[in-house]
Structures are given as C-alpha cells and as structure tokens.
C-alpha cells in the first residue's frame, strides 16, 4: 500500500481550491477547502481537502469549536503536525481579530446587549478566559477597548491598578469590563463579584463609572447592570 502523500495537483484544475477561488470567488469555497489552502499539504493516503474534511469532522463541522482547539488537540489529528496546526490556529486568529477591528469606531454602548455582541465574536469559542474592558467617553461611545488578561480554564488574573491607569490615560469617563467563562455557565463566581466591586471602587475615586460587566458563556452572558449587581 501506497503511503504516498497526495497533493491538491493530483486533482482537477476546477477541483483545486486556489483555482476555484480565482475563478469563481471566495464564496464558492466550501469549509474544508478554504481550510486546505491554509494546510496546504494533505497527510499519507489523502489530500489537503480530505484531510480538512477530516478535521472538522472532529467538530461535527462547527467552526466556533474548532476554534477553542489548542495546539496539543490540532496535533492529537493524525496527519496533523505542528505547522498544520499553528497555520489553522494563526487563521483562526486573524477571524477573530477582523471581528473586533472598526467595529468600535465611534460606537455608542446604551445595554447589556451591546457589549454582548462587541464581543461574542472574540470571546464566546476561547478555550481559556480572557478579561477585556471598554473605554468610554461621556456619551458612552468607545474610545477604546483593550485586553487586560489571559488565564486558564477557569479564572484570569485582573490588576484593578492598570485598568484605572488605562482609564486615566485615554480620558474615559466610563468603562465596561467584559470577561468569558469557556464552562458554558454564566453566573458570575466570587472572584467576579469581588473584581466587579474592586472596579467600581477604583472609578468612583478617579471619577470613571463602571457601567456594567458582562460575562459570555457560548451564547448567552450575565449581566451585573442587568441584574442590580453593581
């Protein structure tokens, strides 16, 4: 039996998915194609596309998922090494930052809502927690938004001390913090509400309200605004 690694080139030029995007556009690209110019080469027995159908297969085909694999999970795929996976995860990345890049640009946050969907894209499919906060000015349109921390599966570490200093810097007059819990449960834990106090103590002192903190669990989040927590 063969072991032979199969490249795209064994195909068609209108089954080639470098060929099809420049003739028929990006939109004609199914998943796994657009997942095999990013891979490139396939693995022994199969080509960039069977390999790709074969790893989002690994997920049911739901990208959100795919995009809470670390490189140790990319890499457990058979055919799958290290270049493989940082390419896809470097992909992955790029995606989530298009979601955030302009869409704060004069942004006005007036709910709980709104916060939720600035960063759902960025937060909900992580596979660790990440705490970010809003800048704010007096018309509560966004400044700036910035991440303060990365952390584990189940906390992040969050300096009060900095975000003030943030605050100060670009003149907010209000702030929102925003965090996930890759759990799946939205309640906040102790920690959050000893932040969330912490927070609202700090911007009372240096004139910067806390407008809300909001944490995603995949679609859903909690809001400490929301429910008369802060």
């Known amino acids: 039996m063969s072991t032979q690694v199969i490249t795209i080139k064994n195909l068609s030029e209108d089954d080639r998915p470098r060929e099809k995007l420049i003739k028929k556009g990006i939109q004609s690209l199914s998943n796994a194609e657009l997942l095999a110019i990013i891979i490139r080469l396939g693995a022994k027995g199969e080509n960039a596309i069977e390999l790709s159908q074969r790893i989002l297969a690994q997920t049911n085909n739901n990208l959100s998922e795919l995009g809470r694999y670390t490189l140790r999970d990319f890499k457990k795929i058979k055919g799958v090494g290290t270049a ?12 989530r930052r298009r979601n955030s890049s302009d869409i704060i640009e004069k942004k006005k946050v007036a709910s709980s809502q709104d916060i939720f969907t600035l960063f759902h894209p960025i937060l909900s499919d992580l596979p660790h927690e990440e705490f970010w906060v809003l800048f704010l000015n007096r018309h509560h349109k966004i400044i700036d938004m ?10 992040t570490v969050v300096d009060v001390r900095l975000i003030m200093k943030m605050g100060i810097e670009r003149l907010a007059s209000s702030i929102a913090l925003c965090h996930n819990h890759p759990s799946g449960n939205s309640q906040p834990s102790g920690q959050d509400k000893a932040i969330t106090h912490k927070v609202k103590e700090g911007g009372t002192l240096l004139d910067i309200a806390l407008l809300d903190h909001v944490i995603i669990a995949d679609n859903s989040y909690y809001s400490f605004s929301d429910e008369e927590q802060l």
């Not at 493989?84 to 995606?95: F, T, V």
């Not at 910035?146 to 906390?155: F, K, N, P, T, V």
Request: glycine share 18%; no cysteine; net charge neutral.
């Open 84 to 95: 493989k996976a940082a390419g896809i995860i470097a992909a992955l990345e790029l995606g």
């Open 146 to 155: 910035q991440r303060i921390s990365a952390g584990g599966l189940s906390e």
